[in-house]
């Protein structure tokens, strides 16, 4: 049975994160503290600087050779779940596309593992809770933020090269139906350097990969971190959650309205975050046989709600359908 002592807790763990929020939100909407240069700047620091160590201080933490693979597997399993759901819709209904397949699996995929799951879990679960959360944000950053970056940079990339070549179609009056397979294929291979590119400028993934590398051979040797540079990464990663809900005010403020698309597409996303990413973590997890405390913390920690460092608006034909889709790292 809960008990009023396990409610403090999760309290105490959440409140401060939230308190962090509203002075972001505050500072812009009400007290007019910072303008839109000054937002970009704060979220950029948090960007190169403050959540690189956030993450790599965290992914430093854990044992890589007692990871709980059941829990990664039933993961994967769940996110492959809903990478054929969306690819089933995009292909085989009207409705479907590309554009709208990026927001489903953003909002169905990815969740706020460090920022918002380790004080949670740690608070309902102990370290087992904290290790793995901890444990799906590797993964999170190593696979699912690189497929949803590629997915995003190969349609931002094909939408510059569409733009251009019909730029030059008009120009030369020529049909579409003329460009030939070689010009296909060079721009295919545009698309893919302009994606490679991208994701070399990630800094969470050098992190998240730096900081599994550490665990690994510190663990295996028996090795600790040496003081100045242990020093030298808390300094940056203690600001972290904080900072990292700040920009998450600071970007709500910075818009016009709370909420910018209309109520069935807020159901939509709504059904997205907290039905079908839980669902699915729990049909991958009994597909694995996990059981008891890991089975909860697999499902909770599915329902935190992404955040913060970038809110990109997914850009969908029709101008006025717009839904936030929140991404963890910073182009």
């Not at 990664?72 to 690819?87: E, F, G, Q």
Request: glycine share 6%.
């Amino acid at each position: 049975m809960i008990g009023w002592e396990d409610i403090y807790k999760v309290l105490a763990a959440m409140f401060p994160l939230y308190t962090a929020l509203i002075l972001g939100y505050g500072s812009v909407k009400w007290w007019h503290m910072f303008n839109s240069d000054h937002c970009d700047a704060i979220n950029r620091l948090s960007c190169y600087f403050i959540m690189p160590l956030f993450t790599f201080d965290f992914t430093t933490r854990i044992n890589p050779y007692k990871m709980n693979y059941r829990f990664l597997a039933a993961d994967v399993i769940s996110k492959a779940i809903i990478l054929l759901a969306i690819l089933l819709w995009a292909n085989f209904t009207k409705k479907g596309n590309y554009a709208w397949s990026i927001t489903c699996f953003s909002l169905s995929s990815l969740n706020n593992a460090l920022v918002v799951g380790v004080p949670l879990m740690e608070a309902m679960y102990g370290p087992l809770g904290e290790n793995i959360v901890i444990q799906s944000s590797i993964l999170q950053f190593m696979l699912w933020i690189m497929v949803l970056l590629m997915m995003f940079e190969f349609q931002s990339a094909k939408r510059s090269l569409d733009s251009g070549a019909s730029s030059l179609e008009s120009a030369t009056n020529c049909e579409s139906t003329n460009v030939d397979d070689k010009s296909k294929q060079t721009s295919l291979l545009v698309i893919a350097k302009i994606v490679g590119l991208k994701l070399a400028k990630n800094p969470n993934s050098y992190a998240c990969s730096l900081g599994l590398i550490w665990a690994l051979i510190s663990n295996r040797w028996n090795l600790e971190m040496p003081i100045i540079m242990e020093g030298s990464v808390h300094i940056m990663s203690r600001a972290g959650a904080g900072i990292s809900m700040l920009c998450m005010g600071l970007f709500m403020a910075m818009q016009d309205r709370m909420i910018e698309c209309s109520a069935k597409l807020v159901v939509v996303a709504m059904i997205l975050r907290f039905i079908v990413a839980p669902v699915t973590v729990a049909i991958g997890s009994f597909v694995v046989g996990l059981r008891g405390d890991v089975l909860h913390v697999a499902i909770i920690q599915a329902l935190c709600v992404a955040s913060c460092l970038k809110m990109e608006r997914l850009f969908h034909p029709p101008p006025h359908i717009k839904i936030i889709a929140i991404c963890a790292c910073e182009e």
